[in-house]
């Protein structure tokens, strides 16, 4: 395993400039993902640990040493890309098998170390196939097989699931979490732009936004207290509903009354909050049928998608063009052109300021 530390790590393509000042540390045999929108320079990040890009400014060290002019084999990293870049005319075996052959291994120890990516990756069977002879899933088993058997420091995904149908890739992704568990002293870095990979997967996720990192923890810490507003809605399908408010001070407590909503009492956030605007956000899932909580929303039921166990309702408020999204269980009886109210629990409301920031309530 190896520890990485990137300090102010810019990149630059002429005088555009992509990565704007990267401080972040990444633990040996920790999962980290990086997320963000296209174009969030989340591959660009992962390029230039991987040595495939020249830094622009800025310091990466692996385990305390700096590495910035090293080349990707010297610095012991593996790589698996969005394609699966297999040689046709070889079989999986020698796919597998190649990198280590031209580094000169040894016949016993290449044979060793292929059986046991395999094994891992539940590809025995097709050691004497052809790529072509495969399916996507089983190229890309065959892709993390070649990266697992030259025994790298790092392991790098680039985006992996993306050319695969969505059965495939909920396959592929539990096989990930798998392989996770089997290489623990492995330190592994995976890039996606599919915030359901960055949960499942990673110990801790780093989202990004136009070359800067908006915020770095657990996938259970980014859920219930996002930095900022970009967080907030990034994080969670569907998107966090933001409404905006108006915050007033009631002693200790906070009256927040949101756009064509009902009045919400926030106990002693008012300590942290002034009077004046701010944005109100819920989970979708955090909200529910009035009755079981304190009412907050009332509108009129525009869309219901069926989902089997839950359902997405959407509700058109008074004054409003955004629908707010609540997701409710499937067996509630919900149709369109209802009107409904919702309510949410003060607990898990959070506020943002006017620069899109989280207050702490």
Same mark, same amino acid.
Do not use: W
């Given at each position: 395993?190896?520890?990485?530390?990137?300090?102010?790590?810019?990149?630059?393509?002429?005088?555009?400039?992509?990565?704007?000042?990267?401080?972040?540390?990444?633990?040996?045999?920790?999962?980290?993902?990086?997320?963000?929108?296209?174009?969030?320079?989340?591959?660009?990040?992962?390029?230039?640990?991987?040595?495939?890009?020249?830094?622009?400014?800025?310091?990466?060290?692996?385990?305390?040493?700096?590495?910035?002019?090293?080349?990707?084999?010297?610095?012991?990293?593996?790589?698996?890309?969005?394609?699966?870049?297999?040689?046709?005319?070889?079989?999986?075996?020698?796919?597998?098998?190649?990198?280590?052959?031209?580094?000169?291994?040894?016949?016993?120890?290449?044979?060793?170390?292929?059986?046991?990516?395999?094994?891992?990756?539940?590809?025995?069977?097709?050691?004497?196939?052809?790529?072509?002879?495969?399916?996507?899933?089983?190229?890309?088993?065959?892709?993390?097989?070649?990266?697992?058997?030259?025994?790298?420091?790092?392991?790098?995904?680039?985006?992996?699931?993306?050319?695969?149908?969505?059965?495939?890739?909920?396959?592929?992704?539990?096989?990930?979490?798998?392989?996770?568990?089997?290489?623990?002293?492995?330190?592994?870095?995976?890039?996606?732009?599919?915030?359901?990979?960055?949960?499942?997967?990673?110990?801790?996720?780093?989202?990004?936004?136009?070359?800067?990192?908006?915020?770095?923890?657990?996938?259970?810490?980014?859920?219930?207290?996002?930095?900022?507003?970009?967080?907030?809605?990034?994080?969670?399908?569907?998107?966090?509903?933001?409404?905006?408010?108006?915050?007033?001070?009631?002693?200790?407590?906070?009256?927040? @009354?949101? !756009?064509? %909503?009902? =009045?919400?009492? /926030?106990?002693?956030?008012?300590? &942290? #909050?002034?009077?004046?605007?701010?944005?109100?956000?819920?989970?979708?899932?955090?909200?529910?049928?009035?009755?079981?909580?304190?009412?907050?929303?009332?509108?009129?039921?525009?869309?219901?998608?069926?989902?089997?166990?839950?359902?997405?309702?959407?509700?058109?408020?008074?004054?409003?063009?955004?629908?707010?999204?609540?997701?409710?269980?499937?067996?509630? @009886?919900? !149709?369109? %052109?209802? =009107?409904?109210? /919702?309510?949410?629990?003060?607990? &898990? #409301?959070?506020?943002?300021?006017?620069?899109?920031?989280?207050?702490?309530?």
């Amino acid at each position: 395993m190896a520890e990485l530390k990137l300090t102010d790590i810019r990149k630059s393509f002429g005088s555009l400039e992509v990565l704007h000042g990267i401080d972040l540390e990444i633990r040996g045999g920790e999962f980290v993902v990086f997320v963000g929108p296209s174009g969030c320079g989340k591959s660009t990040l992962l390029r230039l640990i991987a040595g495939l890009e020249d830094i622009s400014g800025g310091t990466l060290e692996f385990d305390g040493q700096v590495v910035n002019h090293k080349s990707p084999a010297e610095r012991g990293i593996a790589m698996v890309f969005q394609s699966y870049a297999l040689y046709p005319h070889m079989t999986v075996y020698d796919n597998m098998a190649f990198g280590m052959k031209l580094g000169g291994g040894g016949k016993a120890e290449i044979e060793k170390r292929v059986r046991q990516a395999a094994e891992i990756l539940q590809i025995t069977p097709y050691l004497d196939r052809l790529p072509k002879q495969l399916s996507g899933g089983q190229r890309q088993r065959v892709a993390i097989g070649r990266a697992i058997v030259r025994d790298p420091r790092v392991f790098l995904f680039d985006e992996p699931l993306s050319n695969l149908d969505a059965a495939l890739r909920v396959q592929t992704r539990i096989e990930i979490a798998r392989l996770k568990e089997r290489m623990a002293d492995t330190t592994m870095i995976y890039v996606t732009h599919d915030q359901v990979e960055a949960m499942t997967l990673a110990d801790r996720i780093v989202v990004l936004r136009a070359g800067y990192v908006e915020q770095v923890g657990t996938p259970m810490e980014l859920y219930h207290t996002p930095a900022n507003l970009f967080v907030a809605q990034f994080i969670g399908s569907p998107s966090m509903n933001i409404v905006a408010a108006r915050a007033t001070r009631d002693g200790e407590a906070l009256v927040v @009354e949101p !756009e064509g %909503g009902r =009045r919400m009492y /926030l106990p002693g956030a008012g300590k &942290v #909050v002034g009077d004046g605007p701010i944005q109100f956000g819920v989970r979708p899932e955090d909200l529910t049928i009035s009755g079981e909580g304190q009412p907050v929303f009332e509108g009129l039921v525009t869309l219901v998608e069926r989902l089997g166990e839950s359902q997405l309702v959407y509700v058109e408020r008074p004054g409003s063009d955004e629908p707010l999204v609540a997701k409710l269980p499937g067996h509630l @009886e919900v !149709e369109r %052109g209802a =009107r409904i109210e /919702l309510s949410a629990n003060p607990d &898990v #409301v959070r506020l943002f300021d006017a620069d899109g920031k989280a207050v702490a309530l």
